[in-house]
């Protein structure tokens, strides 16, 4: 279901089919981003934080106006359609995703997450770190990082400590931090 300006609001996908339609302008830049995310973030009464830019995509926080994490967007640059982002945001998000009614107590620590983090990413070989866990509800949000520098982002649940690789952002390019 379509609603004014292109925005999809409705039962089904995400707990409320959060989508908005780009204008079809190519998103290039930081700045262009996050005004698309601001437009976005108005809509569901939150604000944008950190914007992130990546070889394949627009990555952006949305925050309660208290400064808490809320979800995570995408911004597609080649049209400017912004959405909820796939993976964690939708599956885990207990506010914001398509689980929402489905609530589950928090069993993982910040800390635990990170440990969980590091370790899934040892034992797979790489040499990647992660920073600190950011708490969205139910799961955090890690960026991963190589030789101090950010390169990625992963997340782990809150209730289950599964992890997931955030493996379609493609190549860290930059962070808009607000």
Not at 4 to 18: I, K, L, Q, S, V
Not at 70 to 84: K, N, R
Not at 95 to 118: F, K, V
Request: net charge negative; charged share 20%.
């Amino acid at each position: 279901m379509t609603g004014r300006d292109g925005c999809a609001w409705g039962p089904g996908m995400m707990g409320g089919g959060y989508w908005q339609r780009g204008d079809g302008t190519p998103v290039e830049t930081l700045n262009q981003a996050v005004q698309r995310a601001e437009t976005f973030a108005d809509r569901l009464n939150l604000r944008v934080g950190e914007v992130m830019q990546f070889s394949k995509n627009f990555y952006a926080e949305l925050q309660t106006h208290e400064g808490k994490p809320a979800t995570e967007i995408l911004v597609d640059p080649s049209d400017g359609d912004t959405g909820i982002e796939y993976g964690p945001a939708m599956m885990w998000n207990t506010d914001y995703g398509m689980h929402q009614r489905g609530r589950t107590e928090n069993r993982i620590s910040p800390a635990e997450a990170q440990e969980r983090a590091q370790k899934w990413l040892h034992d797979r070989g790489s040499d990647l770190t992660v920073g600190e866990a950011e708490a969205f509800p139910g799961y955090y949000t890690l960026h991963t990082r190589r030789s101090g520098e950010t390169s990625g982002m992963l997340s782990v649940s809150a209730s289950t400590g599964a992890v997931w690789d955030h493996t379609w952002h493609g190549v860290y390019i930059s962070t808009s931090e607000r």
